[in-house]
């Protein structure tokens, strides 16, 4: 709700001053982890199909119809939008996704086809204006990944390329996490394109689960999503990643995926360790956070949450977001107009800063 040092509303009814907005949604939030569905492959599992490498089975049967629904539907999709006062959805493959194909040549294949079947859906037609892409590559062939990022932003006009956590190399154990040494191509070539990463979960590999046996649906969005991911940025920061390219931003969802919570405690035990242990990274941990990451919202509706990501990475790096069809846009959209906050820092999370990071007018 507005403060209430700000100028009052004016109800249209009774032209009474009113320090409520009588539209419970701003318009025009622009929103970054927004999920869709392909016709070419189930996006949702790995390709060949591993028990535990997707999260569906776990779900109360009418959740999922609502969701595979969603998944693929424009109209409504654009329905939901109006409803909660969205303008633009950044949309991109579930996990996971190009990442959990096992056969690299198939995974460049699909890679490819998938690209052009989203610029066809959702960057062509009558709603070409509502949507941005996130561009997939196929991480398993780090050169065919640069090449095909290339293509995405320069051909395809895709935002940026969003990446599903680590690979896999032909099985379901043998993964392939971002700071590896054969990854350099294609972060050179990202760094010369200077669009962004979007970081986003998948569930940890079958032989790093051990901790959940007996609770395996922990391994996914509930909690393992988060833990995974965190530790994936961790290690992007201590490679040296970001001294080889500044200009590298990383978006990462779920409020930061825990990490404004514990990265200062991890650089305060660091400061201990033997020189070269933690890396060959130059700064802080808190330093590459702060200045390559972004933050968005998306599957949280906390407010002290969202305070303490804000506090540690800056008003200007956190964007709002859904993570539709996963979580339902008006929703995530009442839950954020309902937050005390003045106009212009409510501005800035709804698509003041969106606009800054994707470069938008």
Same mark, same amino acid.
């Given at each position: ?42 996006? =949702?599992?790995? !390709? ?6 997707? +999260?569906?089975?776990?779900?109360? /049967?009418?959740? $999922? %119809? @609502? ?65 941005? =892409?996130?561009? !997939? ?6 050169? +065919?990944?640069?090449?095909?990022? /290339?293509?995405? $932003? %320069? @051909? ?206």
């Amino acid at each position: 709700m507005p403060k209430l040092n700000q100028p009052p509303f004016i109800d249209s009814e009774s032209q009474r001053p009113t320090f409520f907005k009588p539209n419970p949604f701003l318009n025009g939030k622009i929103v970054l982890e927004e999920h869709v569905g392909t016709t070419l492959f189930n996006a =949702t599992t790995t !390709t060949p199909f591993i028990e535990g490498s997707g +999260e569906l089975g776990y779900y109360k /049967e009418a959740y $999922v %119809k @609502d969701v595979a629904h969603r998944l693929t539907s424009i109209d409504d999709r654009i329905k939901h939008m109006d409803e909660a006062g969205i303008a633009i959805s950044a949309v991109s493959l579930a996990m996971p996704g190009i990442e959990g194909i096992f056969d690299t040549a198939l995974a460049v294949e699909m890679a490819r086809k998938v690209n052009d079947d989203l610029y066809h859906l959702y960057r062509t037609g009558p709603h070409a204006h509502r949507f941005l =892409t996130w561009g !997939t590559v196929a991480m398993q062939d780090p050169h +065919e990944a640069a090449k095909e990022a /290339e293509r995405c $932003v %320069k @051909d395809l006009g895709c935002c940026g390329i969003l990446i599903n956590g680590y690979c896999n190399i032909g099985s379901a154990n043998n993964v392939q996490y971002l700071d590896e040494p054969q990854c350099e191509p294609f972060w050179a070539k990202l760094a010369e394109l200077d669009v962004p990463l979007y970081l986003h979960p998948r569930i940890p590999p079958p032989d790093q689960v051990r901790v959940f046996r007996g609770s395996e649906f922990l391994a996914g969005s509930p909690w393992g999503f988060g833990r995974e991911t965190a530790e994936h940025a961790l290690r992007l920061m201590l490679s040296g990643l970001f001294d080889r390219h500044s200009n590298l931003q990383i978006v990462l969802g779920h409020c930061g995926e825990g990490l404004p919570f514990s990265i200062a405690r991890t650089d305060h035990r660091l400061r201990h360790f033997k020189d070269g242990v933690s890396g060959p990274h130059k700064h802080s941990l808190c330093h590459y956070f702060a200045k390559n990451f972004w933050i968005t919202t998306a599957g949280v509706q906390k407010q002290s949450t969202l305070e303490a990501t804000i506090k540690e990475v800056g008003i200007d790096r956190v964007i709002f977001s859904v993570d539709y069809p996963f979580e339902d846009m008006v929703e995530t959209s009442q839950w954020f107009e309902g937050l005390e906050m003045d106009d212009s820092t409510r501005a800035k999370l709804a698509f003041g800063n969106a606009k800054n990071l994707m470069r938008l007018k």
